[in-house]
């Protein structure tokens, strides 16, 4: 049924192109001849559109009461992370989400070199905080602040991005997420994915793979998540 619907849907659509900007599809197609790209074209993204139709319509299951759980156990290990953090540096209270506040304790109070300046002061991005990690010749404290704060993070981007938004997503008539594929949204060629993007999530992290664990195949289809 879908493969019908989705190929008249192709047609009408290729018509309607022809009908309306012929000297645009012309020129689509001279390019595809330019760069010898025919064959990929007709023979794999064309008939690729079905497949990434009947995806999208298939959906994904989401379980729902693991990411409860892990939303929960977040929590717990974001405020435990917080709490070490302030108790390594009690001097001064000071908000681990903000940058300015988080730059003024590791360079200004405890003397950690600037390494890279913005238009709104000195920066503690990913890469300072990593240099400052391992580096032994710092404050101990600077680098064990460091190392928390990456941590934080990490951790609360996931639960934020994933783990606390990804059940909103739910559809509520098929109870599962429609991702939108999209076939030509990378320069390598891949699909990429969005709304929700599934294809971001970590995988070389345990944290990671537990929240991809949560997206469960369908029943009787061959697709992975990847």
Same mark, same amino acid.
């Given at each position: 049924?879908?493969?019908? !619907? ?40 064309? *008939? ?24 929960? @156990? ?9 709490? #070490?953090? $302030? ?24 003397? /950690? *070199?600037?390494?890279?300046? =913005?238009? =709104?002061? !000195?920066?503690?991005? /990913? ?21 928390? !704060? ?5 951790? /609360?981007?996931? @639960?934020? #991005?994933?783990?606390?938004?990804? *059940?909103?997503?739910?559809?509520? @008539? #098929? @109870?599962?997420? $429609? ?6 949204? =990378?320069? #390598? ?12 999530? *970590? ?10 664990? /949560?997206?469960? %195949?369908?029943?009787?289809? %061959?697709?992975?998540?990847?």
């Amino acid at each position: 049924m879908w493969d019908d !619907i989705i190929w008249w849907l192709v047609l009408i659509l290729t018509r309607t192109c022809f009908l309306l900007i012929p000297g645009l599809v012309q020129m689509f197609i001279e390019e595809l001849k330019k760069f010898d790209q025919e064959n990929l074209f007709y023979n794999v993204e064309i *008939p690729l559109i079905n497949e990434i139709i009947d995806m999208q319509f298939s959906g994904i299951n989401l379980d729902i009461n693991l990411l409860e759980n892990m939303s929960n @156990k977040l929590e717990i290990d974001l405020n435990e992370i917080e709490n #070490t953090i $302030h108790n390594i540096y009690p001097e001064k209270e000071f908000n681990l989400n903000s940058g300015k506040q988080l730059s003024e304790i590791l360079v200004e109070n405890l003397n /950690a *070199p600037p390494i890279k300046k =913005t238009k =709104t002061g !000195i920066s503690v991005d /990913a890469e300072v905080l990593e240099k400052y990690s391992k580096d032994k010749d710092l404050d101990e404290r600077v680098q064990q602040i460091s190392s928390g !704060i990456l941590k934080y993070r990490e951790l /609360a981007k996931l @639960k934020s #991005t994933y783990v606390d938004s990804l *059940p909103s997503l739910v559809s509520k @008539k #098929t @109870k599962k997420i $429609h991702t939108t594929f999209n076939q030509i949204g =990378t320069s #390598t060629g891949r699909l990429s994915s969005q709304n929700p993007n599934v294809q971001n999530i *970590p995988v070389r992290s345990k944290i990671g793979k537990q929240v991809r664990s /949560a997206l469960k %195949k369908n029943k009787f289809k %061959k697709y992975k998540i990847v």
